[in-house]
């Protein structure tokens, strides 16, 4: 409990203290009056000091105003003890919702308890403790066991084991060693390691982790926006509302001035929209904080709001429905060359690359790769590589490229991407490279059937029989082949166009290179692995872990966080409407008011709360 809730809790003991001993000490009404309004002045002075500050800054009708309004009106017709009881239950309200909120944002801000306290450099044989903004890139930390990574960096010594829990909900350890790559937010639990930095702290994983959740809030959903106008104009029309309850009753049914004003204020008090104000935007920070609980980012309440009515899912398949981790596979040769002079100059041609194709060319070659014998290259968009190698032409791609050369060649039909040689204008051969899906792809894509997804896409730039051999393992729907990176955008509008107005379409790729379909799709979601940039600077949606069948997990997150907030939009309007209906009948009091008002908003505030709590 903080300091502010325990003076509240102070207050509103020592205010029940003095309104028992003011309800049993007989007196006259002024006697009476001047008494009630000790404990009314201790337990309500800050709601009368808001309500005026507000009233000063031209923010007139909020809650304060409202309870202002009815506890003094309460006095005026003489109604002394329920004029501070309400005040007093009023207060008792808002400890219990700050607490239920505090409770929420710890749990959340829990979750990501990522940040790292300090980083830890060697200066003349000594450890030395330091902030993480002082290090700068290429300085080398030591992360001893038990503490946080401070910043993103490569392992010079030692071996351990990860905790990445906080980043991706998973429990197992990931085991690190020399050259690996290791992200800030990770806990070391085993040995000692030494990191050479690659970022500065404001750059690295942690950092904008906890940006994009700390701002989150900024990206409302629908349901946010329209709790806020509405409570803009629902407020004001119930206190002319009131108002005119107050006047007009008496002429209509056979009340008396005094009971009429009483019921207006009844009015005034159950109209105060707190409920729906506070519980909204915790839904949706809760849904935030639980879908990070599972390494799920999602940068805003809207985009969670959108996840919930997905129809359509477009995946890229490099990377995302497959590895992306090429070998070759086989070497077909033609023209008396030999499989290692395709591969040689294949490799050689393919050296600057940073294309998983050349990482699989370069892992076949297995050799130290002699960069003066490279000449020249230019890569050919959408076709492959130019190369002079050892004064020989090299080309180097797919079957458009023989085509625009007009090189004779053999097609060859792989499942695989198949490379195509060609060395001083002569066809060489072919080389087929595959790609191995990802385990548990095809149980995520029928995770998403079972969940309403009416139809899958997969965008790829392989050839068809290649594209065929992954669809139809996975039951894709639909597939779109041999594409430049142009075309996937291009390919994703005419999904957008075709698909009805009321369908999300998602595209999921794997943040590197998908960027303008990633920010073209409604929600973008990338498959973020540990430490990928691109995939949290361009995604809606990062899985932070790179598990697909995450994806299924973010939808019902989404869809449950989205129930929360329709149940507590129909909850608190329909408690309100009913008792205020009852006010206006004279069926109401003060004490029903208040419940109306203090009471539904923190049952809401609590059915949002279980947004924190997400089980598979």
Known sequence: ??????????????????????????????????????????????????????IKNGQVFDENFLMTIATIGAFIIGEYSEGVAVMLFYQVGELFQSYAVGKSRQSIASLMDIRPDFANIEQNGEIIEVDPDEVEVGQIIIVQAGEKIPIDGIVLEGTSSLDTAALTGESIPRDVYKDSEVISGCINLSGMLKIRTTKEFGEST??????LVENSSTKKAKAENFVTKFARYYTPTVVILAALLAVSLPFIIDVSFANSFYRALTFLVISCPCALVISIPLSFFGGIGGASKQGILVKGGNYLETLAKLKI???????????????????????????????????????????PIAYALKNE?????????????????????????????????????????????????????????????????????TDEIKPNADKAIKNLYDLGVKKTVMLTGDNKKAASHVANILNISDMKCELLPADKVNAVEEILDSKNKNEVLAFVGDGINDAPVLARADVGIAMGGLGSDAAIEAADVVLMDDKLEKLADAVKIARKTVLIVKENIIFAIGCKLLVLFLGALGYANMWAAVFADVGVAIIAILNSSRMLIYKK
């Open 1 to 54: 409990m903080t300091k502010k809730q325990k003076k509240m809790r102070l207050r509103i003991i020592i205010s029940l203290i003095l309104y028992i001993i003011c309800l049993f000490i007989p007196a006259e009404n002024f006697i009476k009056l001047v008494l009630f309004l000790i404990p009314y002045f201790i337990i309500g002075y800050d709601v009368l000091l808001r309500a005026v500050n507000n």
């Open 206 to 211: 942690v950092s904008k982790i906890l940006d």
């Open 313 to 355: 899912v477009v995946f890229d398949k490099t990377g995302t429905l497959t590895k992306g981790i090429f070998n070759v596979s086989e070497v077909i040769t033609e023209n008396d060359f030999s499989k290692n002079e395709i591969i040689e100059f294949a490799c050689l041609a393919e050296s600057y690359s940073k294309h």
């Open 365 to 433: 070659y297995n050799q130290k790769i002699d960069y003066s014998r490279i000449s020249d290259t230019k890569e050919l968009a959408g076709m492959g590589i130019y190369a002079v190698i050892d004064g020989k032409s090299v080309l180097i791609g797919n079957e458009r490229l023989m085509q625009h050369e007009k090189i004779a060649y053999n097609t060859y039909n792989s499942y695989g991407t198949v490379i195509y040689v060609a060395i001083d204008n002569k066809y060489a051969g072919c080389i087929s490279i």
